[in-house]
């Protein structure tokens, strides 16, 4: 045994002792042990012919047997094989030299780098920080992105999440946010990705972004693919997450935990509870799923030693957003963005949805008034113009009334200004990115509201930035004329945009 290699597990020699597998159920391995000797939940076992095979217990399927998580392949177990209890959980290596390099679950690099220089080691599973101890900012985290800033605000400590379907674009909004919020604001603060259950190839290409923007130094990537199984899966989000408390708690760092994708996570989870024959709950998920999403996002938190600032990609099948494994996410986060399918089949991207997107953080005592009444009175314009669409559809926008066709042009203005080209896919898109700042995007859309900018046609407001790209011919349409009688009037709607124009900046 003294060739084992295994340098980020917690071992005893004291405490080894030996068992044997009973059978082996895809990721799950059941093993046996004499009871005095049983070992603890969490501990690790260990392959007796082949030591860098490594399981976790993770329960008891009879007094004297335990089901345990096997973190790599299955070809070299067979039935009576001997297993051994290293007497302690995972720990992971930790050090700042984890800054700019890929790790697996165990700390140890796989992007081919060459070995990792830790200081010390921690268990992954750790409880979350005392309420003495738990800061709260309000402190606004600017992400340059007009639809998120304005009605989704992220504060500095605070979780966000980005929900949508297949292909709506999650990880593609989510990388402009890393190089937003961390390429272009290169400070003291670190980052830590964690990919739990995605492609190979977006982490590589979120690297080679990293990489070329020269933020890789303050970045920490932990990666369990999808080609991983789903016991290494599951354990990456915990692993991930004692990274950002190091950096936290030790260097005093503001850390963003940027997590890809967190329904991977409970899906793991499902696939384990599968295999090791518990009871299922609601929509087939494992009962145990509220808690294991209790234990990871409640380390995501803010202490006295510094920030934890969490934005989180969340799948959501069949987009179906009351899918039990979607909804376990939502009672751990701040800000909710909803990317929708109906918006990307218009082309509008970041396919975000308006009206369903939102957060705790919109308040005047965090925002400012300013932009609380301008977010408000955006929502109600957008609201007005959903409801004119549906009349639009059937008799035409000639059929409106003077007012309303003013509210509607002006609610398809606003929706378009909230369309925005990415840094990251000008290369597919040959539209170079745009970042606007929050107090332009608040002014803009107070602009588009009070009717400054009736004289422009609705499609001069797609993938511009700030309303200063516009051209600065106007070209007038027959609605225009009366833009500034009409919105004086009595019914209800105009009133509550116009009086914006009376707010102090």
């Known amino acids: 045994m003294d060739n084992n290699k295994d340098s980020n597990l917690s071992q005893n020699s004291n405490n080894t002792t030996s068992g044997r597998i009973i059978s082996v159920q895809g990721q799950v391995v059941e093993v046996e042990f004499q009871e005095e000797y049983m070992p603890k939940i969490h501990d690790i076992l260990l392959l007796e012919i082949d030591p860098t095979i490594r399981m976790e217990v993770i329960q008891s399927s009879s007094p004297k047997r335990l089901y345990c998580l096997i973190f790599s392949h299955v070809n070299a177990l067979s039935r009576s094989a001997k297993v051994r209890n290293t007497g302690g959980p995972i720990e992971i290596g930790l050090s700042k030299n984890l800054l ?23 268990s992954i599973f750790q409880d979350a920080p005392s309420y003495s101890n738990v800061q709260v900012h309000e402190k606004l985290l600017e992400t340059g992105i007009k639809a998120l ?49 995605e492609r190979v190839r977006e982490g590589q290409e979120l690297h080679e972004i990293l990489s070329i923007n020269k933020v890789l130094p303050q970045v920490s990537l932990v ?86 600032s969490a934005i989180e990609t969340v799948y959501v099948p069949n987009d179906d957003i009351l899918e039990q494994g979607v909804q376990a996410i939502f009672p751990y986060l701040d800000s909710i963005v909803v990317l929708s399918r109906d918006v990307y089949q218009e082309g509008r991207l970041p396919a975000i949805d308006l009206l369903s997107s939102t957060s705790a953080y919109l308040s005047p005592e965090l925002v400012g008034e300013f932009h609380y ?39 398809r203005k606003l929706t378009n200004y909230m369309t925005q080209n990415f840094f990251v896919a000008q290369n597919q898109t040959a539209r170079p990115g745009a970042y606007v700042p929050l107090k332009t995007t608040v002014d803009d859309v107070n602009a588009i509201i009070s009717g400054k900018y009736d004289s422009f046609s609705e499609d001069k407001f797609l993938y511009i930035g700030s309303l200063r790209d516009l051209e600065v011919k106007k070209a007038p349409s027959q609605t225009v004329a009366p833009a500034t009688n009409q919105a004086e009037g009595p019914k209800p709607a105009p009133p509550a945009v116009e009086n914006k124009q009376t707010k102090p900046n």
Not at 104 to 114: A, Q
Not at 183 to 194: E, G, I, M, P, R
Not at 378 to 401: D, P
């Open 100 to 122: 700019g390099r890929v790790v697996n679950i165990f700390g140890e690099p796989i992007d081919g780098l060459g070995e990792l220089k830790m200081e010390t080691k921690k």
């Open 149 to 197: 800033d304005l009605f989704s605000p992220i504060a500095k400590g605070g979780k966000i999440g980005l929900f949508g379907g297949a292909g709506v674009g999650k990880t593609l909004l989510l990388t402009e946010i890393i190089h937003n919020v961390v390429v272009l604001n290169k400070d003291k603060s670190a980052a830590v990705f964690a990919g739990i259950g």
């Open 223 to 308: 990666f369990g693919t999808m080609g991983e199984n789903p016991a290494v899966r599951f354990r990456t989000a915990y692993s991930a997450v004692t990274v950002a408390e190091y950096l936290r708690d030790e260097l005093k760092q503001d850390v963003l935990m940027f997590i890809d994708n967190v329904f991977r996570f409970a899906q793991a989870g499902n696939e384990l509870s599968i295999l090791m024959k518990t009871i299922p709950s609601e929509d087939g998920y494992q009962a145990t799923l509220g808690s294991e999403m209790a234990s990871f996002h409640e380390r995501l938190v803010s202490s006295k030693q510094g920030s934890i």
């Open 373 to 411: 009444q301008t977010a408000l009175s955006a929502q109600n314009l957008l609201k007005q113009g959903v409801e004119l669409e549906k009349i639009v559809s059937l008799v035409g926008i000639s059929e409106l009334s003077p007012q309303d066709s003013i509210i509607y042009q002006r609610a």
